[in-house]
């Protein structure tokens, strides 16, 4: 019985420790900040202004509800914002749910686009960073952080996903004149 104990604590440990470890190898820190941040470049063909305009025109206006009203920043090359988004902690309220709060960065180059996204806070009535979730030996950790920082994983690999499907130039069909 006190192998079968001894057994089921190491296989415990084992899978806290392979989770510890997944969770941070998804999130990727920015090591001047130590923040979490997403950053990806991606080439592109069509001119600066075609790439932004699709960008505009078939990500932001689709993505995002009101996008004039979360960009701080459009210059014609860069888009700034701010958003947020919902985490599920399982529990039947929604409105218990946390709510996280994001900075993202379009930028557009000749050939190429880079997005980042950065500063992922708790909403509260103090903002929180969600950096302070990894630390797993704070004596106020919970368990849930993790499913957390899985979910801002999630969240960020869909925006990416979403942003470089629009990056694909839409199919022009001509008319074929009898």
């Not at 999630?154 to 470089?164: L, N, P, R, V, Y």
């Amino acid at each position: 019985m006190r192998r079968i104990a001894m057994l089921f604590v190491a296989v415990l440990f084992a899978t806290v420790t392979f989770a510890q470890t997944e969770n941070q190898s998804k999130l990727p820190i920015d090591p001047k900040t130590e923040k979490i941040t997403f950053r990806k470049v991606i080439q592109t063909v069509g001119s600066e202004d075609e790439v932004f305009n699709r960008i505009y025109g078939q990500f932001m206006n689709t993505y995002y509800k009101s996008p004039s009203t979360i960009l701080q920043q459009n210059d014609g090359r860069t888009l700034k914002g701010k958003h947020q988004f919902q985490l599920d902690n399982g529990d039947a309220v929604k409105s218990k749910w946390p709510w996280i709060t994001y900075y993202f960065t379009i930028e557009v180059r000749p050939g190429r686009v880079r997005y980042t996204l950065t500063d992922f806070m708790q909403k509260t009535q103090s903002n929180h960073p969600c950096e302070e979730w990894m630390d797993k030996e704070d004596p106020l950790y919970n368990p849930i952080w993790d499913r957390f920082l899985d979910q801002i994983a999630t969240f960020a690999e869909d925006w990416g996903q979403k942003f470089e499907e629009s990056l694909v130039p839409e199919k022009v069909f001509e008319e074929e004149e009898w």
